[in-house]
């Protein structure tokens, strides 16, 4: 039989791949022992690419790796055939470890599970968006990634992000069970194609404590201890804090629940904030969860000119933490919160009543959260990362008694 490109059915080739001329051309150039950069130049073709072919395509007779134009063209012609059998269908111990990142039940510290929302499927899809699934969710970036930090000499256990996608949305690729699309972040079923994707200034706000005067450390997060922060707002005027570090991206989560009288009576024009975010409540309750953390990771807290935090002079005394404000209608300021809160809405949805959340369920929220490796940290999880610093501070802490 004729090779395929010389069918009388066969289609003109991409000039994406190489053709057989192109492999002739290299064949000869590497018998003269030129460099596979000098090669990508002679054929107009990148060193990557050369390099990619010489490694996938060579001829492996005898033992030996040596590159043949027409073995080139076999292996190449092979690759290309379709349809293939999905790598997850083939490698049960790697489909384990895929559905159980992407579905793995969020616990307490103690080891309780937290259900969350109890999802429903009928067959196509899940129902409304705010009922998404708690999980530990990684994204299948993440998961491809840290399969090399877990398995670093098991070859077999490698897969490209895409792949855990395709066998997610095309139900042909059928190696993954399709309900799991209730774990991812965005809570798609189907992709969305690429085409589709009035804050005012607060008289506490001085220039002195403005982002601009913030120490350049915190700029280029090479000193951990620098926080930003904001409010998640969910049903009926109810809300949780955020904290996040920028150097560890570290996640710690405040519960700030309604105050006594809340929906009694009629609300009181400047009386007190009942619905749990007012001034004094944030500034409490960033008090209580920032206290616990050693005086070298309370540096600087960056937040936008929300009223919720007029009290933060009352805040640098009671906490030991500088904070400073964000320009106004400016949230890339704060973009390692801002990012943050995005990931938190998997687990909080708009619509959200945050009333309804007791504090060992946002702990355990932030927990998996910070269980997540992350693409900034190596792969590292912000909980990795924080006690790496952690153990820095402490060694720095014993020479200097020492």
Known sequence: MPPTMFRETAKPLSGRYLSLAEREEIALLLVQNYS????????????????????????????????????????????ALRPKTAKLATNPALRSYVEDKLAGVVHTNCGTAVPGPSVSWNGRRHGPRQDRRWAW?????????????????????RISHEAIYQALYVQGRGAL???????????????????????????????????????????????????????ILGLGSSAIGTLVERTTRFTMLLHLPRMEGHGVGPSVKNGPA?????????????????????????RSLTWDQGAEMAQHARLKVDAGVQVYFCNPQSPWQRGTNENTNGLLRQYFPKGTDFS???????????????????????????????????????????????
């Open 36 to 79: 596979l950069r000098e090669i990508g130049r002679r054929i107009d073709r990148s060193a990557s690419t050369i390099s990619r072919e010489v490694r996938r395509n060579a001829a492996t007779r005898g033992g030996r790796s040596s590159y043949r134009a027409t073995v080139a063209q076999w292996h190449a012609e092979r690759s």
């Open 137 to 157: 969710a990684w994204s299948p970036e993440q998961i491809a990634s840290r399969l090399i930090i877990d398995f670093p000499y098991d070859e077999t256990m």
């Open 177 to 231: 069970r399709r309900e799991l699309t209730a774990c991812l972040r965005t809570g798609r079923t189907l992709r969305m194609p690429r085409g589709r994707t009035a804050l005012r200034g607060k008289n506490f706000v001085s220039s002195d404590i403005m982002i601009s005067q913030r120490p350049a450390e915190a700029d280029d997060r090479a000193v951990p201890g620098h926080w930003e922060g904001d409010l």
């Open 274 to 298: 009942l619905t749990g975010h007012g001034a004094d409540a944030v500034r409490d309750a960033i008090t209580r969860t920032i206290i616990t953390l050693p005086e070298e990771l309370r």
């Open 356 to 402: 309804a959340h007791h504090p060992e369920a946002l702990a355990a929220v932030a927990a998996a959260l910070n269980s997540r490796p992350r693409k900034t940290l190596g792969w590292k999880t912000p909980a990795e990362a924080l006690d790496q610093c952690l153990a820095q501070i402490e060694k720095q802490r014993v020479a200097t008694t020492g």
